[in-house]
Protein backbone atom coordinates (compact mmCIF):
# COMPACT_ATOMS: atom_id res chain seq x y z
CA UNK A 1 0.00 0.00 0.00
CA UNK A 2 1.50 3.34 -1.12
CA UNK A 3 1.44 6.35 1.45
CA UNK A 4 1.34 9.75 -0.05
CA UNK A 5 1.89 12.61 2.03
CA UNK A 6 1.20 16.11 1.05
CA UNK A 7 4.74 18.00 1.10
CA UNK A 8 5.28 19.55 3.84
CA UNK A 9 6.12 23.59 3.63
CA UNK A 10 9.77 24.71 4.15
CA UNK A 11 10.42 26.24 7.82
CA UNK A 12 10.92 29.64 7.95
CA UNK A 13 14.23 30.30 6.31
CA UNK A 14 16.70 31.52 8.71
CA UNK A 15 19.04 34.05 8.49
CA UNK A 16 22.52 32.83 9.04
CA UNK A 17 25.00 35.41 10.43
CA UNK A 18 28.75 34.67 9.75
CA UNK A 19 31.11 36.20 12.44
CA UNK A 20 33.61 37.64 10.88
CA UNK A 21 37.16 38.67 12.87
CA UNK A 22 39.28 41.36 11.10
CA UNK A 23 43.20 41.80 11.10
CA UNK A 24 45.32 45.02 10.12
CA UNK A 25 48.76 45.35 10.55
CA UNK A 26 49.42 49.31 11.00
CA UNK A 27 46.29 50.66 9.71
CA UNK A 28 42.37 51.72 10.76
CA UNK A 29 39.45 49.72 8.68
CA UNK A 30 40.12 50.09 4.92
CA UNK A 31 37.83 51.18 2.69
CA UNK A 32 38.46 47.46 0.94
CA UNK A 33 37.46 45.99 4.24
CA UNK A 34 34.08 48.00 4.46
CA UNK A 35 33.50 47.28 1.11
CA UNK A 36 33.70 43.64 1.65
CA UNK A 37 31.83 43.68 4.70
CA UNK A 38 28.98 45.82 3.36
CA UNK A 39 29.05 43.42 -0.10
CA UNK A 40 27.90 40.29 2.47
CA UNK A 41 24.72 41.26 4.18
CA UNK A 42 25.04 38.33 6.50
CA UNK A 43 27.89 39.01 7.83
CA UNK A 44 28.55 40.17 11.25
CA UNK A 45 31.82 42.08 12.47
CA UNK A 46 32.48 40.73 16.20
CA UNK A 47 33.79 43.45 18.67
CA UNK A 48 37.47 42.74 18.64
CA UNK A 49 39.65 43.59 15.83
CA UNK A 50 43.03 41.90 15.98
CA UNK A 51 45.62 44.67 14.93
CA UNK A 52 49.63 44.59 14.67
CA UNK A 53 51.98 47.86 14.50
CA UNK A 54 53.85 46.00 12.13
CA UNK A 55 54.20 43.06 9.80
CA UNK A 56 56.93 40.10 10.55
CA UNK A 57 57.49 36.59 11.74
CA UNK A 58 54.14 35.01 13.46
CA UNK A 59 56.15 34.87 16.69
CA UNK A 60 56.76 38.23 16.49
CA UNK A 61 52.84 39.54 16.04
CA UNK A 62 50.59 38.97 19.51
CA UNK A 63 47.08 40.01 17.77
CA UNK A 64 47.33 37.15 14.99
CA UNK A 65 48.29 34.54 17.43
CA UNK A 66 45.67 35.56 19.34
CA UNK A 67 43.02 35.61 16.42
CA UNK A 68 44.03 31.68 15.78
CA UNK A 69 43.80 31.27 19.51
CA UNK A 70 40.49 32.58 19.28
CA UNK A 71 39.47 30.91 16.14
CA UNK A 72 40.52 27.84 17.96
CA UNK A 73 37.78 28.49 20.46
CA UNK A 74 35.58 29.21 17.90
CA UNK A 75 34.77 32.51 18.70
CA UNK A 76 34.51 33.83 15.18
CA UNK A 77 33.93 31.96 11.18
CA UNK A 78 36.15 33.95 8.92
CA UNK A 79 39.07 35.82 9.08
CA UNK A 80 39.13 38.97 6.98
CA UNK A 81 42.17 40.67 6.03
CA UNK A 82 43.06 43.47 3.79
CA UNK A 83 45.55 41.39 2.26
CA UNK A 84 47.35 38.45 2.15
CA UNK A 85 51.07 39.88 2.68
CA UNK A 86 49.69 41.43 5.79
CA UNK A 87 49.66 38.11 7.51
CA UNK A 88 52.26 36.56 5.98
CA UNK A 89 55.12 37.43 3.74
CA UNK A 90 56.56 33.29 4.03
CA UNK A 91 54.78 31.19 2.12
CA UNK A 92 55.89 28.55 4.85
CA UNK A 93 53.91 30.41 7.16
CA UNK A 94 51.26 31.21 5.60
CA UNK A 95 50.17 27.85 4.56
CA UNK A 96 50.32 26.96 8.42
CA UNK A 97 48.16 29.90 9.11
CA UNK A 98 45.75 29.08 6.90
CA UNK A 99 45.79 24.90 7.63
CA UNK A 100 45.34 26.86 11.30
CA UNK A 101 42.30 28.20 10.55
CA UNK A 102 40.70 25.20 8.37
CA UNK A 103 41.52 23.44 11.31
CA UNK A 104 39.24 24.85 13.46
CA UNK A 105 36.26 25.55 10.49
CA UNK A 106 37.28 29.15 10.03
CA UNK A 107 37.39 30.63 6.74
CA UNK A 108 40.01 32.94 5.06
CA UNK A 109 39.47 36.14 3.29
CA UNK A 110 41.67 38.85 1.56
CA UNK A 111 39.66 42.10 0.95
CA UNK A 112 41.76 42.96 -1.91
CA UNK A 113 42.56 39.61 -3.67
CA UNK A 114 39.11 37.78 -4.24
CA UNK A 115 41.13 34.62 -5.20
CA UNK A 116 42.53 34.24 -1.52
CA UNK A 117 38.74 32.94 -0.69
CA UNK A 118 38.62 30.10 1.52
CA UNK A 119 34.60 30.29 1.89
CA UNK A 120 33.91 28.41 -1.75
CA UNK A 121 34.82 24.91 -2.88
CA UNK A 122 36.83 27.16 -5.69
CA UNK A 123 38.23 29.65 -3.48
CA UNK A 124 40.04 27.10 -1.08
CA UNK A 125 41.13 25.47 -4.60
CA UNK A 126 42.61 28.40 -5.73
CA UNK A 127 44.23 29.52 -2.42
CA UNK A 128 46.36 26.34 -2.18
CA UNK A 129 46.97 26.22 -5.74
CA UNK A 130 48.37 29.97 -5.22
CA UNK A 131 50.38 28.84 -2.08
CA UNK A 132 51.82 25.89 -4.06
CA UNK A 133 52.77 28.04 -7.06
CA UNK A 134 54.46 30.90 -4.73
CA UNK A 135 55.98 27.57 -2.70
CA UNK A 136 57.17 26.10 -6.01
CA UNK A 137 58.96 29.33 -7.06
CA UNK A 138 60.54 30.17 -3.91
CA UNK A 139 62.16 26.72 -3.95
CA UNK A 140 63.24 27.30 -7.84
CA UNK A 141 64.86 30.76 -6.58
CA UNK A 142 66.79 29.15 -4.17
CA UNK A 143 67.87 25.98 -6.29
CA UNK A 144 68.84 28.77 -9.07
CA UNK A 145 70.44 30.43 -6.34
CA UNK A 146 72.76 27.21 -4.63
CA UNK A 147 73.56 26.61 -8.10
CA UNK A 148 75.09 29.94 -8.95
CA UNK A 149 76.63 29.74 -5.76
CA UNK A 150 78.63 26.27 -6.56
CA UNK A 151 79.19 27.49 -9.77
CA UNK A 152 81.18 30.76 -8.50
CA UNK A 153 82.91 28.64 -5.64
CA UNK A 154 83.67 26.29 -8.73
CA UNK A 155 86.29 29.08 -10.46
Same mark, same amino acid.
Given at each position: ???????????????????????????????????????????????????????????????????????????????????????? @???????????????????????????????????????????????????? @?? @??????? @??????
Amino acid at each position: MSHHHAPQPDPAPRTSRTRVAVYLVDTGITTAIRACLDAHPTWRQIRRTYRDSQPGPLATRPELRRALTDARAGKFDLLLVRSVSQVS @RSLNELSEILTELDDAGVAFRSATEPHFDTTSLTGRMLTQLMVTLAQYEHEH @RE @RVRRRQV @RRRAVR
